[in-house]
Nanobody
Framework: QVQLVESGGGLVQAGGSLRISCAAS????????MGWYRQAPGKQREMVAT???????NYADSVKGRFTISRDNAKNTVYLQMNSLKPEDTAVYYC??????????WGQGTQVTVSS
């Protein structure tokens, strides 16, 4: 089992940048596929970006070219660098970890608010 704690959310102006982090506890972090999802008020939770154990990444079309997901296995941490932020990026961002048996774990979320 793994516990996930997100940090780094906050308020930023449109066009600005923010990096959020997710620290994982537990064993074998490097074997987990990690991801970021977000949920805006009144909307369904959606995938933002994922990164595999080998470093391959996948992005939602809405964030391609603006967001970058990365991981530091030595620190058991995954990051989401968000650039050129837009008001529509405002949401609670959740970290997720998926193990080799496809068991999913979620963090508590961190709020990102982009003002226009």
């Amino acid at each position: 089992q793994v516990q996930l704690v997100e940090s780094g959310g906050g308020l930023v102006q449109a066009g600005g940048s923010l990096r959020i982090s997710c620290a994982a506890s537990g064993r074998a972090f490097s074997n987990y596929r990690m991801g970021w999802y977000r949920q805006a008020p009144g909307k369904q939770r959606e995938m933002v970006a994922t990164i595999g154990s080998g470093g391959s990444s996948n992005y939602a079309d809405s964030v391609k070219g603006r967001f970058t997901i990365s991981r530091d296995n030595a620190k058991n941490t995954v990051y989401l660098q968000m650039n050129s932020l837009k008001p529509e990026d405002t949401a609670v961002y959740y970290c997720t970890a998926t193990n080799i048996w496809n068991a999913n774990y979620w963090g508590q979320g961190t709020q990102v608010t982009v003002s226009s």
